[in-house]
């Protein structure tokens, strides 16, 4: 018999609810009382990642793959509607993607198709997909907006940036594209946060920092808790109507990957040798965000400054040393 009937409570389905960002967006959406249901297969999330409330008597977990068909359906047969459908699972390696392109493109596009169209034909309200910054592949000067997007140098910028189009063309749901995240994070370091992981494990051995290419490399590093803000925005779940479209999530503030490596030495108070080594296949020289639509249709501002993140981290880090490789 169906679960399908109306309640007070939000209810939300959040998949890859294991990684970063959708553990810490499914414990804030719990902490203001809304239920979760989640689901992850492990690839890349990991189960400790869900100890702070994987108890928690509003939330649900299904070990589940995206790519299983029905997924959407079944879960609301099970739990009942959901108010909004937040799309995190994929694999996030942009290196793996180069080698596994193929199933790169089943989980990243083709489930995230099926899931879309699942919460479409449910009638869902909201649907949430995490993009990337790896979707801008074309040399842009200065901050790329959202219609400048497209030529990704890698499967998984390809994966995400058709799942974006798809969404935007649709009408249906959104599409956030979040730049350089960094913050707190268990597991392996995704395409977001590699190169502020890398280096703070260097740092805080006080080993010599390498970096891939000439260290000019800019990025938009945005904290892990504002891109949090910003599904939750995009979803419906901050007192606003889930919006439509394809969004920027950054801090349209640009960094070297250089400027990066000693800002973090400075932080830790030292001095490091910087060496520098051939850069990487598939790695965007430069990429920062144009945030205008997000702030202007949504009111999204980031909270948090630079150094003020990373000292944060660091400081995490350095009593979570094993959560660094």
Not at 102 to 125: I, K, S
Not at 196 to 216: C, E, H, K
């Amino acid at each position: 018999m169906s679960s399908n009937k109306p309640s007070a409570k939000r209810r939300c389905l959040v998949t890859g609810v294991a990684g970063n960002v959708g553990s810490k967006l499914c414990q804030a959406m719990l902490d203001d009382g809304v239920s979760v249901v989640g689901v992850d297969n492990f690839f890349s999330g990991l189960q400790s990642n869900l100890a702070p409330f994987v108890a928690h008597p509003d939330f649900s977990f299904h070990e589940r793959s995206i790519v299983e068909p029905g997924v959407v359906a079944d879960l609301s047969e099970k739990h009942g509607n959901f108010d909004a459908v937040l799309h995190m699972a994929a694999v996030v390696s942009v290196p793996w993607s180069m080698e596994y392109p193929e199933e790169t493109m089943a989980v990243n596009h083709a489930a995230t198709l099926a899931l879309h169209q699942e919460a479409r034909d449910l009638g869902v309200p909201a649907f949430v997909f995490a993009g990337s910054a790896a979707e801008y592949g074309r040399p842009v000067d200065g901050p790329v907006r959202e219609d400048q997007a497209g030529d990704p140098v890698s499967p998984y910028g390809w994966s995400k940036y058709l799942s974006s189009k798809h969404i935007e063309e649709s009408g249906f749901g959104c599409a956030l594209r979040f730049f350089n995240l960094y913050g707190p994070a268990r597991g392996k370091p995704g395409p977001y946060d590699g190169v502020v992981r890398r280096f703070m494990a260097m740092v805080l051995n006080s080993q010599p920092l390498t970096i891939f290419g000439d260290g000019g490399q800019t990025r938009d590093f945005v904290y892990v808790y504002d891109a949090v803000k910003a599904v939750l925005l995009a979803g419906g779940l901050s007192g606003r109507k889930p919006l439509a479209g394809v969004f920027n999530v950054g801090t349209g503030l640009s960094t070297s990957v250089t400027e990066l490596a000693e800002l973090l030495a400075d932080i830790a108070g030292q001095k490091l040798p910087i060496t520098y080594l051939p850069e990487r296949a598939g790695d965007l020289r430069h990429s920062l965000a144009d945030t205008s639509k997000l702030e202007s249709l949504g009111g999204f501002k980031p909270d948090m400054v630079l150094r003020a993140g990373l000292s944060i981290t660091m400081d995490w880090f350095s009593e979570n040393r094993a959560d660094l490789v």
